[in-house]
């Protein structure tokens, strides 16, 4: 006598056939979906330009040779000709200024590229807002303790107004488009090449650290050349 199929065989055989092809369907859909993904985001991306490149720093020499006459913070004297052949930050500098933790960035600056040439030099000044009253023992020993600066800091002067160090002088009057003009508040940076001829300056706000300012600094490096 003849066995009948057993119905639930095929019900379960049913079964499996349409969720097979129901997942092949699925998973074929979801590929080309994602093709016509990556095709559109592809598509986006050769349709958008790239974004413009930042604008480099004009570096144009501007002003005479700086070979002023200073001071050392310990009273010795000096002249940036001593200086010459290698790149400088000057600055005006001062202790109890909300930007005077720029000193820490200014130390890194120093540390980063003293071998390849770099010197920044401190020029602690109290035209702004009174925030420079210390003499120069105090503002040595608050720039050794508080941020242990090792590069060369020099004796209190005018960066303004009628008794003008003659350096800020020439910073602010004998130099370019772009570069002259008055310092506003502390921590003013300018950059000067080994030749002794200033090529930009950077204001207060602008971090020693920033990449304009290194940027800067890298394409004026006597070993850049």
Known sequence: MRR????????????????????????????????????ETKETKAATPDAPAAKPVDLTPSGPPLEHAVKTIDGEETTLASYRGKTLLIVNTASECGFTPQYEGLQALYDRYKDRGLEVLGFPCNDFGGQEPGDEASIKEFCAQRFKVSFPMFSKLHAKGPE???????????????????????????????EGRVVARFDTKVDPLDPTVTGAIERTLPAAG
């Not at 502390?186 to 090449?193: A, P």
């Open 4 to 39: 009948r199929p057993d119905s639930r065989l095929f019900v379960t055989s049913t079964l499996s056939l349409t969720l097979g092809v129901s997942a092949l369907a699925l998973a074929c859909g979801g590929a080309s979906e994602g093709a016509e993904q990556t095709k």
């Open 164 to 194: 003008i160090h003659p350096l800020y002088k020439t910073l602010t009057e004998e130099t370019r488009e772009g570069v002259k003009g008055e310092v506003k508040w502390n921590f003013t940076k300018f950059l000067v090449n080994p």
